[in-house]
């Protein structure tokens, strides 16, 4: 089976095409081909209906050539105008499999998969918790082989704080990063334990410094970005997470390690956002950070998986 695994090449869009990708690959013999997509700016902002989806208007014309997949996996905004075309185009050979909310009819697509919290429903539609990703136990187990020794002097418990940033609903301004830090310093330090701490490339560099510098005081390690990022060592090495609310993919990613998940609050708020959050605190996953490492036990969230065995079932490949 040959399948791209569509976007604009942004770390969080890829990484759920990917994830998807890679968990159908482990079912039935594929080839998973990464595509990115950028359009000039001409159609860049055009509803996707309107956007003509020729080549002459990507950037790199020879992304999207035959021969045509059978898999199409897309996510995000630039894969949607070759989404809704590419089974003409194929001839009727590629199954076409969009993620996130496509803003248009999903009866236009053989499969979507929404996350859950977007209230989209439909035939065509498979509704999961938070987003796919590319983790997996055997990759955590080897991430923290990797960083092994560093991780195994730290005193438990092992408190991994992954930090978001700047997006269209939410901001870490440097009085909220102060107010965060001091928190999880506080609980850190009254449960005796380490903290690992790794920020995103949406992270405020002032917030990121200010965090940074505070909680370097803590046993533990400090990621400063530059070497390999520790992100799924961290993730496969804590007993607790912090994540930032403004990310559904930090979220999902941490309710994979079935570690309780500790939500941070951050400037602004987002109704889609609030609903995943009650979400993944329905399923006894996450809650709010009350400033207390508290302690509770839940099955690994394994979305991708069920999402993969949909794919295989609607493709009759399962």
């Known amino acids: 089976m040959i399948i791209w695994a569509v976007s604009d090449g942004r770390a969080g869009i890829e990484n759920q095409v990917l994830g998807l990708a890679d968990a159908i690959a482990h079912h039935v013999p594929a080839l998973v081909v990464p595509k990115r997509v950028a359009w000039k700016r001409a159609v860049r902002w055009l509803p996707p209906q309107l956007n003509p989806a020729t080549n002459a208007w990507l950037e790199d ?15 995000g905004r630039a894969s949607l105008p070759l989404a809704l075309r590419i089974k003409r185009r194929s001839g009727g050979v590629t199954f076409v499999v969009q993620l996130q909310d496509p803003r248009v009819s999903p009866s236009r697509f053989d499969l979507v998969i929404p996350p859950e919290h977007d209230r989209l429903s439909g ?22 082989a990797r960083w092994g020794e560093a991780l195994a002097a730290l005193p438990r418990p092992r408190v991994a704080v992954l930090v978001g940033g700047k997006s269209k609903a939410f901001d870490l301004p440097p009085e909220r990063a102060r107010a965060m830090a001091e928190e999880v310093a506080t609980a850190v330090r009254a449960a005796g334990g380490s903290v690992l701490f790794t920020a995103s490339r949406r992270t405020p560099e002032v917030s ?6 505070a909680l370097s005081s803590l046993p533990g390690i400090v990621w400063d970005g530059t070497g390999p990022n520790p992100y799924f060592a961290f993730l496969g090495a804590a007993d607790h997470v912090l994540v930032t609310e403004d990310s559904t993919n930090l979220a999902t990613d941490a309710a994979v390690t079935g570690k309780p998940v500790h939500v941070l609050k951050m400037a602004g708020a987002s109704a889609k956002l609030a609903r995943f959050h009650a979400s993944l605190e329905g399923h006894g996953i996450a809650r709010p950070f009350r400033g207390v490492l508290d302690a509770w036990r839940y099955e690994p969230l394994a979305e991708t998986e069920r999402a993969a065995q949909e794919v295989l079932k609607r493709m009759g490949a399962a």
Request: proline residues 19%.
């Open 123 to 144: 035939p065509q539609v498979f509704p999961i918790v938070g987003a796919p990703n590319r983790l997996t136990p055997e990759r955590l187990h080897g991430e923290c």
């Open 61 to 75: 014309p020879a992304v999207i050539r035959p021969p045509w997949p059978d898999l199409w996996i897309g996510a």
């Open 208 to 213: 990121r410094r200010i965090l940074a510098e």
